[in-house]
């Protein structure tokens, strides 16, 4: 390496957001998760979110083509992709423009000056082709204006490669100068390179040299004097993977469906953004797991419900719409009392919505939106790797307590990633399906006859002896005989909803995940928003604030000791992308005043956010405001 | 997973009656199916418990309470993708999926079309009788056009499906169609069906006695039946009216004709049921015997093709990828391709 030019100063940082952002063909996504390798190799913990566009194929340079790639690493925990980013790479002017109010005053921006040509400028809709590198309107920023393309191409000279090929390489060219930048090693990016472009030793060397290139670039340009550090974190010792919500829960199912000996079956039709559950579960046919994309969400559904007939853990999942489709299904799954798993990756709603965008307003169709009285335990997931747990969980209720279950996560943590600790299947318990081998009343089979937890037998078809007929009809207790008998009916209706609400026998005691046992103010979360609420509340409590959040993973049956748990605190906090559904159902439950913060904007909300209506509710005591501005 | 329980020696002839009292109306012609149902599984030795029913919602829908065999009773439509679901995890059992023409050809009518392409194992017994009945008289998608019912006092505006031209269209690999009152003829078929690996498809003509009574009687009653039904039988010649009309094939277009002095039976069309262009032609004889009366209705095996079953396929993808990869380790899956340490 050469000399650098002028000795550079280290800056340490605690943690630090960058946001990657360009057209979608500039390789962003790769960058982005490269760089969050290197970040996690070293030892900090990391959060990463990847936003695509909406269109599959916007025109390129236009802010409706712009994809983004988030990044928050540090050497303390981190538990969201952070709120605003300390450091913004953009490929284009479009892609400064759609991500500028996300970076911090005085943040720095690293600029490929090539992006900010006129045609750029024009596309991305800066009046009269104003060039914001130039006009002085970034002032409040550290602004650095790089010329990638011009310095990629110029590492590349002599080789054979085409002009286009050349160009390809550029986001090696970013990633090597941001592993500069911060102070990172590239051996990992190599073999990465080597890995990628091993049968073309042409292009590998050609990506080594522009990600080197990048990296001297740091060393050696003027304009850099200073280079930060993130020291590692104090994570827990052991075996790391990184992993999304998606694959979360993919890995879940496939952990439940093992350990209870069964073989995993999933149907579902692609949607945004469920449709990675099935890729991930398409990968490993080898483990028995069949996947069947079926000709829509009620195929999906109902083939789901003819497997776990036939003796497999029947698994569907989908988003919003595709979830209203199969709602008519989990009737018929509720009634049969047969073990399902429907996993729904929420998204922006009503309708087809915000189909990109995150939220949490399924909340209601899946606690109550079905017809008759059809309760179905309802769980969510926090985190990506909260997913696999849920997940995991998810197959335990529905196969140890013959029933349905609604898992809920959110294209938020569907699609961020995080760093895991993956358990070892040693660590996972057995679950132990409800079989029945013999007649349970003399010779005769009562395929409903119940257990002390409510739960019926699971009889598969093969066994001799248990010939049985079920269906959606109402049907006699401990027979499943079609009654119409007005008395079974209420009986029915009864033992079903008491076999729902008996589970939540079996979950562990509540527990607020930080603050004291009581005091001023509990805030409630559940699902996504676990990382901007659990950032707030730790910090109010390090301001001496009385704080507690509290975080549900049960939003059907609840956890028996949520309502002892709230009347510990003054005021109750409910923050949630939607406009109070939880709300709404604590409300109901327990007869508690719960204030709501709400925001449906299909994006996930800052500690800063959380931090701003808890303190309000703390001084002021006034109901917090409906809705918050981003 | 298979857990069927061998029993030592399968009783030759099992009773497969259930202890449920039958619910249709008296003189309805889902008597006569659910007769030869039994008889046929009786003869057959196969096993109780490995035999499944599956139905949507309808009168025909309540088949499988009726048979002490292991039966689920879904939701109107949806039967065809439970039973793509069972089958993907259990090739091993005898499945049945019994629906009608409302069922199967309108609110079901996606499911049903997917389970021919795939072609899942399972022997579909299509009732039907024309007219929606558990509903009370509501025209189907199979009621001629112009018909009275509760819906239509002016008549049906719809044009009606060919159930078994929408079967070939799907590419169904066994085609079929029979009567409730020829109960020996639908035991043949349904031998046959059950034979099949594949989706085999046997269309019934069921008399809804209540609702739309007489519905197929120019195909069922004495005087009418001989002019207007023909009787396929594989290698046979196509003749109806007790031998004295055929069918002829000229330039792929079928012709009735006189069987005598100046046509014979060897101008007659040969019924080749692997023949897939000669069997569109022949699910394509629809005349309706009440306006139109030019061709008979065919009954018996139109079609038959033999093509690996869905479920088939998925398992060899299963046992491909095990080859591969191995059973698949559940430590080995939790670890993934990229790990790092933190010490
Ligand atoms: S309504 Fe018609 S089809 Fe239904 S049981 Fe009565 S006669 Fe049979």
Known sequence: METPAKPKTVEPRQNVVILFAGDSGD?????????????????????????????????????????????????????????????????????????????????????????????????????????????????AYKLHSVDVTKLTRAALEGTTLGMKEKDRCKNMFVLGFINWMFSRELDNSERFLEHKFGRKPELMEANRRVLLAGYHYGETSETFTTRFEVKPAPMPKGTYRSITGNQGTALGLLAGARKAGLQLFYGSYPITPASDILHELSRHKNLGAITFQAEDEIAAIASAIGASYGGALGVTASSGPGIALKIEAMGLAFMLELPLVIVNVQRGGPSTGLPTKTEQADLWQAVHGRNGEAPIPVIAASTPVDCFEMAFEAVQLAVEHMTPVILLTDGYIANGAEPWRFPSSADLPTITPNFIQAPNDGDRFLPYRRDARGVRPWALPGQAGLQHRIGGIEKQDGTGNISYDPANHEKMVRLRAEKVARIADRFRPIRLDSGPPEGDLLIVGWGSTYGAIRTAALQMQAEGHSVAHVHLRHLFPFNKGLGPLLRKFRQVLVPEMNSGQLRQLLRAEYLVDARGLSKVQGLPFTSEEIRNAALDLLTHNTTAAAATQA | MNTTNASPAAPAKADFSSDQEVRWCPGCGDYSILKQVQTLLEQSGRRKEEVVFISGIGCSSRFPYYLDTFGLHGIHGRAPAIVGGLRSVRPDLSVWMITGDGDALSIGGNHIIHLLRRNVDVNVLLFNNEIYGLTKGQYSPTSPEGAVTRSTPLGSTDHPFNPLALVKGADGTFIARCMDRDPKHMREVLARADAHRGTSLVEVYQNCNVFNDGAFEAFTEKGSKADNTLFV???????????????????????VIDIGAERSVNDCWVHDERDSFKASLLVRLFDDPRTQGGFP???????????????????????????????????????????????
């Open chain 2, 233 to 255: 039988e594989h290698g046979k010649p196509l003749l109806f009216a007790n031998g004295t009309k055929g069918i002829s094939l000229q330039d792929m277009r079928p012709t």
């Open chain 1, 27 to 139: 390789g962003i996504q790769l960058t982005g998760a490269q760089f969050t390798d290197n970040n996690a190799l070293f030892g900090n913990d990391v959060s990463t979110f990847p936003n695509y566009p909406s269109e599959i194929r916007a025109p390129q340079g236009t802010l409706a083509g712009v994809s983004g790639f988030q990044l928050h690493f540090g050497s303390v925990e981190v538990f969201t992709p952070g709120d605003r980013c300390d450091v913004l790479v953009v490929m284009n002017a479009a892609a400064l423009k759609a991500n500028l109010h996300k970076l911090k005053q005085g943040g720095i921006i690293i600029a490929n000056a090539d992006g900010f040509d006129r045609k750029n400028l024009r596309l991305a809709g800066y009046i009269d082709e104003a060039d914001p590198l130039t006009d002085g309107s970034l002032e």
């Open chain 2, 297 to 343: 209705r065919p009954f018996g095996v139109l079609f038959v093709k033999d093509r690996p079953t869905h479920e088939a396929k998925l398992q060899a993808q299963v046992q491909a990828a095990r080859e591969r990869k191995g059973q698949g380790d559940l430590d080995a899956l939790l670890r993934g391709d990229h790990t790092w340490e933190i010490v």
